[in-house]
């Protein structure tokens, strides 16, 4: 079973972002199935570093197309950005840092809602934007 799954009510009419979102989610599984297959710190470690690697990638890539059309919304956008970013990384580090090799159940759906309440709420508040300017 896995944590969390890409479902349509997620969708943010661009396929690019959208597509980037379903590796953001399959990260979060992939980090879902090391804890519960009871991997190593070396093991989970590594998801971790991809899952914050790719965060901060999509971030970019949003951030790039809101900013060169004009979105309005784009300093606040990009402050919840940074606040997210803040969060995995703060993970990250307590993981390296800490003498255990597991993640809870607490963190694992931490992530799983930080992701789905930004993509439904404040992404979602871009779609109209991005597609009257011929993104999709
Ligand atoms: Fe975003």
Redesign the pocket.
Known sequence: MSLMEWTERMSVGVAQFDDEHKRLVALINDLFDAVQAGRGRQALGSVLDELVDYTKTH?AH?EHQLKKLGYASFEE?KKE?DVLTKQVIDIQRKYHAGATAMLSMEVMSFLKNWLVN?IQG??SRYTAFLNEKGVR
């Open positions: 971030f949003e956008h950005h930004h404040t992404d």
